[in-house]
Every structure is written in structure tokens, then in C-alpha cells.
């Protein structure tokens, strides 16, 4: 096993921060059963609910967000979400706004936060799924859509304890709706600026 694996899995985060700064690749892929077959050290972190100093100290030394579980296709935003960790997934939405603005992949942090796993489901569906309402909170206010059909056609607002989701999606529509601009004037326009 790479040593960089093994300081993630035992949630070492002292010694991978020596490994990184020894020049440990923070987007090295691990090959084999030790290393969760493939899988990129974030991932594995993530997986392993690492602790939150792991996890930063990868993202701090250029651990990408846009990888996806082989297996699963999960990504990073749903295992932090399977994890509970609102800290964690905080962490990968500020990274991704960051590495997104570095690239020329043209994708946005919406499009990571919608895509599906093998199952159809979004970060926003494990998040409702594992109870974890911050997580809920941090996906809907990164814009994450709340509409998206899982495989067996269930959208995140109606999965069973969705109950804060559904909340927020009212917000959200409310205020998209506000925040139209108005249409022009037909008529007469009373003191307030009020169409009639």
C-alpha cells in the first residue's frame, strides 16, 4: 500500500501532511483491494469518513474534486454527504468553486453537484437520504437542483424525510419568482410604482 493511502485510511493526518509536503501526489490513484481499487486518496478519505484535517490538508494541496468513484460513481460531494459531514462538504464546495475557476472543463458547481451515481441519485438525495440537514442546507444554497429523478423516478422532495428540502425548495422558488424582473407597465402606475 502506498504510505499516502495508509496515513488516509488510519486517519493520520500529521503524517500525511509530511508525506505532502515530502511530494506525495494529492490525486494519486491507488491500485488494488488496499487502496479501494482505484480510487483517488480524496475518495478513499471521504469513504473512510476520514476526519476533516485530512480532507483539508488534500484539497489545500490540490486534491481534485472532480473525481468519481469507479465503482459507484459517486462523488466527492456525496460521500460527504453520506458521512454527514456538513464541515467536509463546505470544504469541497468552496475547493470546487476554486478549481473550477482554474480550468477550461466550461463545467459548473452546479453540474458537479447534479451529477448521478450509478443509481441516479445526486449529493442532494444522500444528503435527504442520511438526515444530515446541514448537508441539505450547504447543496440547496450552492444551487444544487432539487428536481432531478433518481433511477426508481424519486426526486430529492419527495424522498421520505425531506421535510426541510421541500422547505427550502419553496424559498428558492419564491424567490426566483421575486426576483424577475417585472414586466413593462400596461396602463395606469399608482404612487408605489405598483402595474395595474
Known sequence: MFPAFA???????DVLDLLLKAGADPNLV?????????????????????SADVVKLLLRAGASVFCVDHESAATSFMLAAKARSANVMSMLIRAARLQLGDTLL?????DLLDAQDRGGRTALH?????RSDECVKLLVAAGASFDIPDDNGFVSTRLPHAELLRTLASERVLSDVFSQPSAPSSGFTGRRGLSI
Open 106 to 110: 466550461g463545467g459548473t458547481l452546479v
Open 7 to 13: 496515513a488516509v485510511k488510519n486517519d493520520h493526518p
Open 30 to 50: 491507488g491500485v488494488g483491494e488496499l487502496c479501494d481499487n482505484s480510487n483517488v486518496l480524496l475518495n478513499v478519505a471521504l469513504g473512510q469518513s476520514a
Open 126 to 130: 444522500w444528503a435527504v437520504n442520511e
